[in-house]
């Protein structure tokens, strides 16, 4: 072999080896922000029960719905296609159903949109009731889809 053959060998080699290495530590990434984005969820949702059970004010739970209403936009986009692997709670079911997978992100966007709209309207009966329809599509998707 010549030693151009080996030079070529050589970075044929190393490109793999950063290329599986870089797929290692974007897959791990990715884990790692969907686990911050979920925890965010669950802190805005600890708010909310808050202000739920302290009877008000309506408008503090705007804030914390609109951050679960944003988050729920990008969930899709944080279970890319090889993504199951590694720390994760992640069925393969949501790979396998994706497009319930996606249908329960937008479900769970649009409740938290509507719990937004309650507490701006000021209307504590509204927020509960809200926030027990944004509750049920987080139940639902952990149940086709999470590990527990």
Request: aromatic share 6%.
């Amino acid at each position: 072999m010549t030693k151009w053959h080996m030079a070529v060998l050589a970075l044929a080699v190393g490109l793999t080896a950063v290329s599986v290495g870089g797929y290692a530590v974007a897959q791990a990434d990715v884990i790692k922000e969907r686990k911050e984005g979920f925890k965010g969820n669950k802190d805005a949702a600890a708010a909310i029960k808050k202000v739920v059970e302290a009877g008000g004010p309506a408008a503090d739970v705007v804030a914390p719905a609109q951050k679960i209403a944003d988050w729920a936009t990008k969930i899709p986009a944080h279970f890319p296609k090889g993504s199951d692997t590694g720390d994760t709670k992640a069925k393969p079911d949501i790979w396998a159903k994706w497009d319930d997978f996606t249908k329960a992100a937008n479900n769970n966007h649009e409740a938290a949109l509507k719990l937004a709209a309650a507490g701006q309207s000021g209307d504590m009966g509204a927020v509960k009731a809200a926030f027990g329809a944004l509750g049920a599509t987080c139940g639902a998707c952990h149940k086709q889809f999470k590990e527990e």
